[in-house]
């Protein structure tokens, strides 16, 4: 399935026993070369307290606590309204014709909650690397940092982006935003995302970069969020939960041997 060309496996092991999912073969899997290929693995399992269980793989084999283009296409997949259950809180998923509504749920803008290493001010923080400075950190499922640019297209995220993931700031690494103001409602951004690199779309990206656009008065919700695959819907006031809405799509159904890959 994908989410504006953010591309993912699904295993739906709700209702069949599957082999552990590890790191290892998450990694095996999402190789696009000898393996599957994707952006995030999802796989769905059973859960004691909500509908059902959703986990998020990296293509690098780590977890996520959240996938938002992913929880659309896991709403797109099931098929009714559903609360689901992930490493990052609880979602409530809506299908319609061709992608979903999320409840992202609240956004945190503690330190600790992003995590960062050190106390600091996450609304304009006191650092920066080269061109990108004085970002906003905010963790909607999972880290991410905001930089406010005149031209997304112009920086080089693709170089700047690995740095700032693995800075020893963010002791659980994050995912780097830049985004340019494209109108009153309409912001234009590029994510490069924590495990993956560079992707056509990510949806916690969105979220995180609307939410930090209207705190700092430069937009007003709902915001419409162009990525390099096409646009998000993102709603959200102060003291309220966040809420995307986009498509998601099938591509294909398939098999593979576990033993190939573990």
């Known amino acids: ?27 095996a899997l999402g190789d696009r070369r000898t393996g ?4 995030q693995l999802i796989l769905l399992e059973p859960s004691a307290t909500h509908d059902f269980r959703v986990r998020f793989f990296n ?15 896991v709403a797109l997949l099931h098929g009714a309204p559903a609360m689901v259950e992930t490493q990052g809180g609880t979602l409530r998923l809506e299908p319609f014709e061709g992608g979903a509504r999320v409840d992202m749920g609240s956004p945190r803008f503690e330190w600790d909650a992003i995590p960062l290493a050190y ?9 920066g690397w080269e061109s990108l400075a004085g970002p906003m950190a905010v963790n909607v499922g999972n880290p991410h940092v905001i930089f406010f640019v005149e031209d997304a297209d112009a920086v080089e995220l693709d ?14 690494r994050v995912n780097v935003n830049v985004a340019s103001l494209a109108g009153p ?13 560079l992707t056509r779309a990510c949806g916690t990206g969105a979220c995180a970069t609307a939410v930090a656009a209207v705190r700092r008065g430069l937009v007003k919700s709902p915001v419409r969020v162009t990525l390099p695959g096409g646009d998000l819907a993102i709603a959200w006031e102060p003291g309220s939960t966040i809420l995307m809405s986009g498509p998601a799509v099938e591509s294909f159904r398939g098999s593979f041997r576990w033993e190939d890959y573990s």
Do not use: Q, Y
Not at 36 to 39: A, K
Not at 185 to 197: F, I, N, P, S, T
């Open 1 to 27: 399935m994908h989410g504006l060309g953010n591309d993912f496996v699904v295993i739906d092991a709700r209702d069949a026993a599957i082999p552990a999912m590890t790191p290892a073969v998450a990694r």
């Open 119 to 127: 106390p600091m001010d996450t609304f304009a923080m006191p650092v």
């Open 159 to 172: 170089r700047l982006g690995p740095l700032i993931e693995h800075d020893p700031l963010f002791p659980e």
């Open 59 to 73: 293509a690098d084999g780590s977890e996520a606590g959240a996938c938002g283009n992913g929880s659309r296409a």
């Open 185 to 197: 409602d309409h912001l234009k951004l590029r994510v490069w995302e924590r495990g993956a690199g």
């Open 36 to 39: 599957v290929g994707f952006d």
